[in-house]
């Protein structure tokens, strides 16, 4: 087994095929290079620490499967995540918006005042919003970030069960 700090050939082979794919994805479409980075960098983050987790726990490779299961896993959490947050988030933004109408409509139409009234409370609902949102996020996270990892990671007693979770 190679030691913690290096890589094999096909890993190697593995990351310049996946960074391909990202700069052709990139050249077709800048945006959507922007949201696959947000979304698939922590997943791979992930990924990558609970492929070397397990590479120590078994004391031998990961196969191209089980690296690809992890990821895979791993861009589910992430999805979980990011699904939670933006709830979380739609839902505080909503009040804070419904909130501020309510309270344009009962001083009387549109005023001035009601102007920066509904103003400041959307923009208040929408930063709120994100941080309740990044705060439940943080909260599964805190939650699951172990899932998928060697059982002695997670405080019980050495296995060598795969797959993660099972």
């Not at 933004?93 to 501020?100: K, M, N, W």
């Amino acid at each position: 087994m190679p030691g913690p700090n290096t890589f094999s050939l096909s890993m190697l082979f593995q990351t310049v095929t996946a960074c391909g794919v990202f700069f052709a994805i990139s050249r077709v479409s800048p945006a959507a290079a922007i949201v696959l980075t947000l979304i698939v960098t922590p997943a791979i983050i992930r990924a990558a620490l609970c492929a070397q987790q397990w590479r120590s726990a078994l004391q031998s490779e990961l196969t191209v499967g089980h690296r690809l299961q992890l990821f895979l896993v791993s861009l589910g959490f992430v999805m979980l995540i990011s699904l939670a947050g933006t709830t979380v988030a739609m839902v505080v933004c909503t009040f804070f918006g419904i909130a501020a109408m309510a309270f344009e409509v009962a001083i009387g139409g549109y005023t001035t005042l009601s102007y920066d009234v509904f103003f400041l409370g959307a923009t208040g609902g929408m930063l709120f919003g994100l941080g309740t949102g990044i705060l439940a996020g943080m909260a599964i996270a805190n939650q699951y970030w172990a899932t998928g990892m060697p059982e002695e990671k997670r405080g019980s007693a050495p296995t060598d069960k795969w797959p993660p979770g099972s």
